[in-house]
C-alpha cells in the first residue's frame, strides 16, 4: 500500500496499521477513492486528523467514514480518540482524474439508491448541543429559530429550513435541536438521518416490502431532522414518499428540521409540491463566520486542545482566514502539531509563515466550495461529478457555471481553481470565456433532468446564484 499518511508524533508504522484497517473496513475502492494520495491522515496525541482538499470531500469523509476512522484509531491506540477533518488545498495535485472519476461514481450509487442499503439503526449519537454553538452575525437568525424549535412551548413556525455552505455549522444546529430536545424529554420521539439515509431506508422498504415499518419509523414522530436534504433531488419516487411523509409528520403538529446546501428553489430537480411546503416554513440561510465569531470559535477551540500560542495569534488567524469552521480547526490542527514538535507555544511569526499558503487563498468569504455546493445543488449533480472527467450536458453546464463564478467572486487564478477541480488551466480559461460569450449574447445555459431539458437566460442564472453565494 503506499504511504498515504505520516504522524507528526514520529509513529508512521502505527499510522500505517491505522489506515490498513480502515481499508479492510471500507473495502479498496472507497480507501482508494477517499483515502489513497488525496488525503493525509496524521495521527497526534489526542486526535487523528485528516486532511482533504476542498470542502465537499471533508463532508463526505465527516458523513461516511468518521466512525470507521475512529473505530481504526482505537483498536491501534487503545484510545478513543476525535477524527478531526480539515482542508489542504495543496492535497488537489495529488488527486488523479481516475480517482476523482472514482469518487464521483461512488457518491453517484450512493445518492441515486444503487447501493446495498443499510440495515435500519437506532438514533445515532449526537455530537453537538445548541449551548456550543458560537453564535455571530451570520448565524444569529438561524440559531434563535433553531432554539425555538427545541423549547418545550410551540414555536411559531413548525417547519425550519436551514442553507448555506459546506462548515458554517448546519449539522451542529440540526442535531443541537434533537439534543436538546431528547434531554428535556425522554418520552419525546425524533429522528435525525441524512438525505442519503432516508434514501437508502426507503429503498430498503421497497425490496423488502416493508413500507409499514418503515413509515412508523419515520411519521410516529415529534421531530423530524434531516440534513443534506438535497440529496432527494432527482428522486421522484422519493420525493414523492418524503411529500407523504413530510404531510403526515405535519399532520401531527410535530416539528421538521432540515438542512440544505441552497435555498429550496435553488435546488435542482425539487417537485413544485415540496418546495411550495418548504417555502411555508421558516427559511433562513447560514452565512460564513465573520472575523469576530471566527474568534470567538479559534479561543474555544484552542482551549480544548490545550494549545499554547503567544498574544495575538489567534487573532491573526481570524484575520485572514474566512472560510469555513474546518478551515479554522485545520490552522489550529496546524499549529498545535507544530508547538508538539518545537515543545514550545506557537508565536506570530511561526504561525504567519505556517498558515501562509491558507492565508492566501482566503482573499474573501467566498469560497469555491460553496460556490460548487451552491451551483450543483441548482444542477442536480454533487461537487463530485465537477471534479471529474464526465462531460453530459448538465456536469459542463454546471462545472462551466462554478468555474466563472469562481474567477469573478475569488482571487483564485485560472491555475488554482484549476488545481482544485481537478481540471487544467486551460480548460477553466475556456469555461469562463463561454460563459462571457453567453452573458454578451444574451444566451441561455442549458442542462438535462430527468423530466427533460431546461434552460434559462446565462444572465438570470448568474444573477440568482450570486444572490446565493454572496
Not at 467514514?65 to 478531526?84: F, G, K, M
Not at 427545541?150 to 442535531?175: E, I, N
Not at 461537487?383 to 475569488?410: E, G, K, N, Q, Y
Request: glycine share 6%.
Amino acid at each position: 500500500m503506499d504511504t498515504v499518511a505520516r504522524s507528526v508524533c514520529a509513529e508512521e508504522p502505527l499510522t500505517d496499521k491505522i489506515l490498513a484497517t480502515l481499508r479492510d473496513r471500507v473495502g479498496p475502492q472507497k480507501f482508494n477513492a477517499w483515502f489513497r494520495g488525496g488525503a493525509r491522515v496524521e495521527l497526534g496525541t489526542e486526535h487523528l486528523e485528516v486532511a482533504v482538499p476542498n470542502p465537499f470531500v471533508a463532508n463526505w469523509i465527516e458523513t461516511h467514514y468518521r466512525a470507521e476512522l475512529a473505530e481504526a484509531a482505537s483498536i491501534h491506540t487503545d484510545q478513543e480518540l476525535p477524527v478531526i477533518v480539515t482542508i489542504d488545498p495543496a492535497l488537489s495535485a495529488n488527486c488523479r482524474k481516475r480517482q476523482l472519476d472514482s469518487q464521483a461514481d461512488i457518491v453517484r450509487r450512493t445518492t441515486h439508491g444503487r447501493v446495498r442499503p443499510r440495515k435500519a439503526e437506532g438514533q445515532p449519537a449526537l455530537r453537538h448541543r445548541l449551548d456550543e454553538f458560537v453564535v455571530g452575525t451570520g448565524n444569529r437568525l438561524a440559531y434563535s429559530a433553531s432554539q425555538a424549535m427545541a423549547s418545550p412551548s410551540a414555536p411559531p413556525f413548525r417547519l425550519l429550513f436551514v442553507h448555506g455552505p459546506c462548515g458554517v455549522g448546519k449539522t451542529h444546529l440540526l442535531q443541537g435541536v434533537c439534543e436538546a430536545l431528547a434531554r428535556r424529554d425522554e418520552a419525546k420521539r425524533w429522528r435525525y438521518v441524512t438525505g442519503e439515509q432516508f434514501t437508502n431506508d426507503y429503498i430498503a422498504a421497497l425490496r423488502g416490502r416493508k413500507f409499514a415499518e418503515f413509515r412508523q419509523r419515520y411519521r410516529n414522530l415529534d421531530l423530524l431532522a434531516i440534513d443534506d436534504v438535497h440529496f432527494l433531488s432527482a428522486k421522484r419516487g422519493i420525493q414523492e414518499e418524503f411529500l407523504h411523509t413530510f404531510d403526515a409528520v405535519e399532520a401531527m403538529g410535530s416539528r421538521i428540521v432540515l438542512a440544505s446546501d441552497a435555498h429550496p428553489k435553488l435546488v435542482g430537480d425539487f417537485s413544485d409540491k415540496l418546495i411550495s411546503r418548504f417555502i411555508s416554513g421558516m427559511v433562513v440561510k447560514v452565512d460564513p463566520p465573520d472575523r469576530d465569531t471566527r474568534l470567538e470559535i479559534l479561543r474555544r477551540r484552542a482551549l480544548r486542545m490545550n494549545l499554547r500560542m503567544e498574544e495575538g495569534v489567534l487573532e491573526m488567524v481570524a484575520e485572514h482566514l474566512r472560510g469555513s469552521v474546518r478551515e479554522l480547526e485545520g490552522s489550529l490542527t496546524k499549529l498545535a502539531a507544530l508547538s508538539a514538535l518545537s515543545s514550545r507555544p506557537v508565536d506570530l511569526a511561526t504561525a504567519t509563515n505556517a498558515l501562509s499558503e491558507h492565508m492566501a487563498r482566503a482573499g474573501c468569504a467566498i469560497t469555491l466550495g460553496g460556490i460548487e455546493a451552491t451551483v450543483a445543488a441548482f444542477f442536480g449533480v454533487t461537487p463530485a461529478d465537477l471534479h471529474s472527467s464526465r462531460r453530459t450536458r448538465t456536469v459542463a453546464s454546471a462545472r462551466m457555471v462554478a468555474m466563472f463564478l469562481a474567477r469573478r467572486h475569488t482571487q483564485m487564478s485560472f491555475p488554482e481553481i484549476g488545481r482544485a477541480m481537478g481540471k487544467n488551466h486551460s480548460s477553466v480559461v475556456l469555461a469562463v470565456q463561454r460563459m462571457e460569450k453567453l452573458l454578451a449574447e444574451s444566451g441561455d445555459v442549458l442542462w438535462t433532468t430527468p423530466v427533460g431539458r431546461r434552460s434559462m437566460p446565462a444572465e438570470e442564472l448568474i444573477e440568482l446564484l450570486t444572490q446565493q453565494i454572496t
